[in-house]
């Protein structure tokens, strides 16, 4: 799954969210209403969605900070 999540042996629901997070944190200009209702479609709730959504956030803004810092973040 790490190489390549939309060829890897996973469920539709999980495929569809890490799309959506995905294009969060490499496109976000580009997110919008329909991206959501894809993921929806899938069967994913709103609340989960929300709930990735916010973990990435996060994610995405401790690398940001990491990088923009220096910090050493120890194996």
Do not use: C
């Not at 890490?18 to 209403?33: A, I, S, V, Y």
């Not at 069967?43 to 990088?67: C, Q």
């Amino acid at each position: 799954m790490l190489a390549d999540y939309r060829t890897a042996p996973i469920g539709d629901r999980l495929r569809a969210t890490l799309g959506l997070l995905e294009k969060m944190t490499l496109d976000h200009q580009r997110l919008g209403p329909d991206d959501v209702r894809a993921v929806m479609h899938a069967g994913v709730s709103k609340p989960a969605i929300a709930d990735a959504l916010e973990v990435a956030f996060l994610f995405n803004v401790y690398d940001r900070l990491a990088d923009a810092m220096g910090w050493d973040v120890p194996p």
